[in-house]
């Protein structure tokens, strides 16, 4: 899979895995549901950083995969990506073995994508966390909340 390049168009955002929306409007907040580390090719990453499953480096990956969903969700309600203003926050949710602590650095991979496209602007208030499972075994869930101006 070649690596996404700045300038390089985003991918087209997944549809909900259920009944709940991409995103959801409050006056200048858009709130961005959780998404996945979707492969171009179709079908997603997945497994479990840490104890022999995915290690640090195919979790970064992963997680930019997964924030390049994020800002394909960005543009799809706002149309286009100068209107967002700042990323708020950003909570990270990685799948990982007993006794993984790096959380912080496989969620990097998202911020390091946000950063690049929004550039400061990319860059908030965030959590990252280990959990035991994710939806059908994906390796990251990321959710978002930005601020965005009026058109």
């Known amino acids: 899979m070649a690596a996404w390049q700045l300038g390089?168009?985003?991918?087209?955002p997944r549809p909900p895995q259920g009944n709940y929306v991409p995103a959801v409007r409050a006056g200048d907040l858009l709130f961005l549901?959780?998404?996945g580390p979707a492969l171009p090719e179709g079908g997603w990453v997945l497994g479990k950083i840490g104890s022999g499953g995915l290690?640090?480096?195919e979790a970064r990956a992963a997680a930019r995969l997964t924030g390049l969903q994020l800002l394909a969700a960005m543009q799809a309600?706002?149309?286009e990506l100068d209107r967002v203003e700042r990323v708020v926050k950003v909570f990270g949710m990685v799948n990982c073995a007993p006794g993984f602590t790096a959380t912080p650095q496989?969620?990097?991979?998202?911020?390091?994508?946000l950063?690049?496209?929004l550039g400061d602007r990319g860059r908030g208030a965030r959590s990252a966390v280990g959990l035991a499972e994710l939806p059908i075994g994906i390796a990251v869930e990321i959710e978002a909340v930005v601020q965005v101006r009026a058109r």
């Open 33 to 35: 549901s959780g998404a």
């Open 106 to 113: 496989v969620i990097d991979g998202c911020s390091d994508v």
């Open 55 to 57: 290690d640090l480096a």
């Open 77 to 79: 309600e706002l149309g």
């Open 8 to 12: 390089d168009p985003l991918p087209a």
């Open 115 to 117: 950063v690049e496209v």
